[in-house]
C-alpha cells in the first residue's frame, strides 16, 4: 500500500529528475552536434567527450574559478544570513518587522535583470558605486571592478549574494523562530552571555538548516550563469569562465559540440553531488 | 526540387502577366494601382507563389524594429502572418541551433559571415540556386557580399548589411587639445594620446572596441594588422602569428596601450561592443575610438543618443588606408516549411519587395546608416543622402574603396573552426591587453590553438 501511495510521486521524480540525468550521461558518450539531433541519430562517441574536456585547461580553470566563486558565495551567505535573520529576530523592534519584508525584494528580481542592474553599477567612468567610493573620498582614481582580472571574480560573487541572500535569511529566520525560548531561559539562568548562548544553543539547533542552505546554495552557486553572462561573458580573457558558462560555450556556440557540453554538465553534477553528500554526512555525524 | 520550383513559378509568371495583360486590356483605370502592378510583375518578386501557408517565420538578431515594419509590409502585401523570433547578436547562434535541434520550423534566418560556414556545415543552409531571380541578385552582389554568399560556385544567402572599419575622434577634444588635425601616423596617434593625457584634455584618450565577440576585439586586431601590412593566415592557411609577425608586433603595440603601458586606452573597451562603445563615445571623455564599424557614427551623431552629437566625425587608417570590411547575410533555413514562401519571404528581408524595391536595405541605410551588400542600393541616393545626418559620406566611402572584406587577411572566417577559434583569441587577447600575459604568449597559445579549434570543429 506504502509503494502504491509513493508511486505518484516516485513516477514524477523519475521523468523530472532521473530521465534528465539519464540522458545528459546518454549524450555525454555520444558524438551530439546540431545536425545529429536534427537526424535523431547519435554515434556512439566512447569516452571521447570526456577526455575532449580532460585535456582542456579552460574546463580546468573553470571549475577552478566555479571552486572560488562558490566557497565565495556560500560562506559570505551563511555568516550574513545568520547575522540578519538573529536581527530580524528581534520582533519587540518595529523596524526588524519592516526589513522582514524589505529583505525579500532582490529575490523578487530576475537574475539576469539583476545582473544588468549591477552591471551599471560597475561601469568604470559612470557606474554608481565608483561615483560613491569617489565622493567619499574612499578611492582616488576609478576602480575597474568588472574589468580587472583581479577583482571580476569577486565583483561578480556580490550581486549574486545581494539577489540569492534573502532565501537563506528566510531559511533561518523560520529556523530561530523553532526554537524554544527555555532553552535561552534556562541559558541565561545559568549566567551564559549572549555569545555563550548563540554558541551552544542557537547555532547547534540551526545546524540542520544550515546543512539544507549549504547542499542548496551550493548546487546553486556551482550553476552560476546569469550574473556572469550579464556582467562579465567570462572576461576579462578567462577571469570568469565558470563551469556552467563552460558548458554553454561549448554546447551552443558553434561548433556546437553538445555532447562534450553535456559532459562537462555531468561532471558538474557528479561533484554536486558529491558535496551534497558530504555536507549532509558531516552536519549530520556532529548532531548525532 | 528546385527544377520543379522553378517550372511552377515560370508557370504562375505566365498566369500572373496572362491576367495582367488582360485587365489592360479591359482598360483598367489607374485609380486601381495598375501600373504598380504592371512594375511588380517586371521580377520574380511579385509572382504569386502557387501553393498555401498560414504563416512564416524568421530567426534574426535584433535591430532597432527593422523587423517588425518589414513583417508587416509582407503581411500586408501577401496576406501571410510572419511570425519572428529575436535574439541579440551574440546569442543569435545559439537560439537558432537550438530552435532547429529543436525541429522547429524555420523559414528564414540570418548570420554573421563568421558563423555561417557552422551553419552550413551543420546543414541549417539551403542552397538558393535555381530560384526565380537568384541570378539577378548574384550579378549585382558587391564584392564582399559575393565573398560571403556565395560558397563554393553556390549562392547560399543574401546580403543583410555591410559595413567597413573606421576610426572615429572628438573634434572639439581635438581642437581644445590644440592638434591641427587627427594622426596620420600610429606614432602621432600615441604622441597626440600621450599628450592629450598629460595636458589633463581626457584621462583616457583613446576607446577601443575590445570587448568580447565575434568582430568587435578580433576585429580592432584583425584591422590594425591589415592596414599595417600584415595578415593572419596566407593563402595556404598557415598562420601568420609566430615571431616578429606583424599580427604579433601589432598586438603588442596594441597592448602598450593599455594599463600596464602608457595608460592611454578607457578601461571600458574592454567590455565595449558596437553600440555601446558608440554610446560611451558620445558622453564625450574620448579623443579617439579605435576601428570599428562606421555606422556607430548614428549613434555617436544623434542628438537623441549623444550629448557631442555633430562633432564626432570620421577618419581613416594611417598610410595607405587600407581597412577591412564585411557582409552579413540572411538564408534561407532548411527547417523551412514552403520553399517558395520561405524564398519570397528571404527577398523581403535581403532582396526586393514585391514593388520591385530594395525596400529593406534602402531602409537599413536611411535609418540605421548601413551599408548595402548590393551595387545598387550603394550606388542610390539612400547611401548618399541617407548617411549625410551622421557623418562625411564621401569620406567615408572613400575608406570604403580602400577595404578588403575580413576573409583576405583572417581567411579561416571560410571554416567552421574560426569560431571556435575566436573564442579562444577573446580570452587571450584580453589577457594580453590586461597584462596577463604577453603578446608572444598570446600568439603562441593562438598558434597552438589552432589544432585544437580544427579538432572542436570535425
Known sequence: MALLMNLPSLAVMALVLAYPIYYAGYLSVHKVGIAEIRRGVFPFYDWQNYARLFEDELFWLSLQNTAIFTFVTVSAEIVLAVAIALLINQSSLWTSRVTRWLILLPYAIPPIANGLIWNFMYNFQFGFLNRILFTAGIIGEPINWAGNPDTALYAVTVPYIWRTLPFAILLIHAALQGIPRELYEAAAVDGATAWHRFRHVTLPLLRPIIAVILI??????????????????????????????????????????????????????????????LYVKLVYRRIA | MVADFTRKWEFSRRNFLRSAA??????????????????????????????????????????????????????????????????????????????????????????????????????????????????????????????????????MGLPYFSAVWVWNYYADMLEKAKFSEPFRTYDELIEQCVKAKKDGIARYPIQWVAGVGLEQLPGTWYSLTWNRGGTFFDK???????????????????????????????????????????????????????????????????????????????????????????THVYFLNSAHRDKEWAWKLLQYLGGRTKDGNFTQATNLAKDAMLGSGYNTVMNSDAVAKGWAPWGDTKKILEIWSKASYIGEPVPSVYEPWHFPWTDQLNIEVQKTLTGQITADQCCDNLIKGIDTAKRAAR
Open chain 1, 216 to 277: 542548496l546554495r551550493t548546487s546553486f552557486a556551482f550553476a552560476v550563469f546569469e550574473e556572469i553572462l550579464a556582467i562579465t561573458q567570462g572576461g576579462p580573457g578567462d577571469a570568469t569562465w565558470v563551469a556552467a558558462w563552460y558548458s554553454y560555450k561549448v554546447s551552443f556556440a558553434p561548433p556546437f559540440n553538445i555532447g562534450a557540453g553535456s559532459a562537462s554538465a555531468y561532471v558538474l553534477a557528479m561533484i554536486v553531488g558529491a558535496l551534497a553528500i
Open chain 2, 22 to 155: 488582360g485587365a489592360a486590356a479591359l482598360g483598367a483605370a489607374p485609380g486601381l494601382g495598375l501600373e504598380g502592378l504592371a512594375h511588380a510583375a517586371e521580377g520574380p518578386w511579385s509572382a504569386v507563389p502557387k501553393s498555401k501557408v498560414d504563416k512564416l517565420n524568421f530567426v534574426v538578431w535584433t535591430y532597432g524594429d527593422i523587423y517588425s515594419k518589414i513583417a508587416a509590409q509582407f503581411e500586408k502585401d501577401w496576406g501571410v502572418k510572419v511570425e519572428s523570433t529575436i535574439s541579440s547578436f551574440n546569442d543569435h547562434p545559439t537560439k537558432l541551433v537550438t530552435m532547429f535541434a529543436a525541429g522547429e520550423k524555420i523559414d528564414v534566418s540570418q548570420s554573421s559571415p563568421f558563423s555561417f560556414p557552422a551553419f552550413i556545415k551543420q546543414g541549417l543552409v539551403e542552397p538558393l540556386d535555381g530560384l526565380p531571380g537568384v541570378a539577378e541578385y548574384t550579378k549585382d552582389f558587391t564584392p564582399f557580399t559575393r565573398q560571403v554568399a556565395v560558397v563554393g560556385g553556390k549562392t
Open chain 2, 236 to 326: 595556404q592557411g598557415k598562420h601568420q602569428l609566430g615571431p616578429g609577425s606583424i599580427a604579433r608586433e601589432t598586438l603588442k603595440w596594441w597592448a602598450n596601450t593599455f594599463e600596464k603601458g602608457l595608460d592611454i586606452a578607457d578601461p571600458e573597451s574592454l567590455k565595449v561592443q558596437f553600440t555601446t562603445s558608440a554610446k560611451a563615445f558620445g558622453a564625450g571623455k574620448n579623443l579617439y575610438r579605435g576601428p570599428n564599424h562606421h555606422y556607430g557614427l548614428n549613434i555617436c551623431n544623434d542628438p537623441a543618443q549623444s550629448p557631442i552629437a555633430g562633432k564626432v566625425k570620421v577618419h581613416g587608417f594611417p598610410g595607405d588606408g587600407k581597412t577591412i570590411g564585411v
